[in-house]
């Protein structure tokens, strides 16, 4: 494993920044889509609908998901991380201390926490969202529909035989598959039953990272020499045509039976920016290699409706690719050009999906921008008070 792929596992390990920003809220009459939004603050916050939300440094911005203007400024020190719950109204925020859940239509944190060292990865598929606690190796699965009114959800729990910087999902079926490991050393994944008892290992997925679920709910986890699937009760592998051929962030869609992946061969590089990605049919346990010309980050891939694969490039556009072919249908301009920085968590154009909007980040500008991926058009931009890091937002039903 690289240098940077062992920062990006620590989530929860940066140091506290230093916090200058003060609770406001922002939003204003001028409705044109390059209005900045720092021209028109107001004091009283009002419901939003389709909340997105973006990280800066020291707090959080919960923005209309229409106009793009602030609604509501959030200060929160630290280093936070951004997921959707799984509902219409409740986005998890990763802090130092654990998981919390923020009502962002209605701009205010519930209370609900799931604290704990070094919070990970959250997945949400088949109508449960699953945390992942790296510190604990703690999972904690609940329905999100019961985030409303505030009070914790009764929900699963299972504990990893040691702690790690892993990833789980609950199936349809009521099996959590979960990833094995130590904080030294990751090597494949386990399924549970629904009462928690073991009915499946495999270790043969060194450098275990990341998941994502395609058509037909088979699972992918990426390994440093390809993917691991699990479909229909059995695991299978899939190998990268390179010894070291790291697969470690990947998207799917239930729309397409084929995994979005990216693509490294250098496990010396202090931080790899590779132009290929990988497209893994999880019907033929097949992978093809797409070389896009331009590098991209982890925070590149997305899906759209209809199960468009889609990478945010260093060049600054949006491509649009058939996955069936690897044949790059569109490319969108979107940003200026950028390269990816050394450090994971520094701010880097970030793409997010929903529906048929692609919203990606420009913090260079400290700009937003909404595209429609149907035209291709960039249909709404505004310029934020500061520059942003993350960047995610609500999506109800998974």
Not at 286 to 298: E, I, Q
């Amino acid at each position: 494993m690289n240098k940077s792929t062992r920062n990006r596992a620590f989530t929860g390990t940066a140091l506290a920044l230093a916090v200058s920003a003060v609770l406001t809220a922002c939003g204003g009459e001028d409705t044109s889509s390059d209005a900045k939004a720092e021209d028109a603050p107001s004091t009283k916050a009002v419901a939003v609908k389709d909340p997105l939300l973006a990280t800066f440094d020291g707090g959080l911005y919960v923005l209309d998901g229409q106009s793009l203007k602030p609604a509501k400024t959030i200060e929160l020190p630290g280093f936070n991380r951004l997921n959707p719950a799984g509902d219409a109204s409740h986005v998890i925020v990763s802090t130092d201390a654990g998981f919390r859940v923020l009502n962002a239509a209605e701009q205010t944190f519930t209370g609900v926490e799931y604290r704990g060292a070094k919070p990970g990865h959250v997945v949400r598929h088949a109508g449960k969202t699953v945390l992942f606690t790296d510190g604990t190796g703690e999972v904690n699965v609940f329905d999100p529909d019961d985030l409303t009114g505030g009070d914790k959800p009764e929900g699963r729990t299972y504990t990893s035989a040691e702690p790690h910087h892993g990833v789980a999902i609950e199936l349809s079926n009521g099996e959590l598959l979960s990833t094995l490991g130590t904080e030294e050393k990751r090597t494949g994944a386990l399924v549970l039953d629904k009462n928690n008892k073991e009915i499946q290992r495999n270790e043969k997925c060194p450098g275990v990272h990341g998941e994502a679920a395609a058509k037909g709910e088979a699972i992918g986890i990426g390994c440093e020499d390809g993917i691991l699937i699990y479909k229909d009760g059995k695991f299978t592998k899939v190998d990268a045509p390179d010894d070291y051929g790291r697969i470690g962030n990947q998207s799917g869609s239930d729309a397409s039976p084929i995994l979005l992946g990216d693509y490294k061969t250098d496990p010396e590089a202090e931080l790899e920016r590779p132009t290929r990605i990988s497209l893994i049919d999880t019907e033929t346990a097949k992978l093809r290699l797409v070389d896009l010309g331009t590098s991209y980050s982890f925070r590149s891939l997305g899906r759209g409706p209809d199960g468009e694969a889609l990478v945010l490039g260093t060049n600054g556009a949006l491509h649009v690719i058939d996955p069936e072919t690897g044949k790059v249908e569109k490319k969108i301009p979107v940003v200026g050009a950028w390269q990816e920085p050394l450090d994971w968590q520094q701010p880097r154009p970030t793409l997010f999906v929903r529906d048929h909007t692609a919203y990606v980040s420009e913090p260079g500008r400290r700009q937003l921008h909404a595209v429609d991926l149907a035209s291709g058009e960039k249909v709404t931009s505004v310029t934020l008070p500061k520059s942003t890091n993350e960047l995610s937002g609500v999506i109800a039903g998974h």
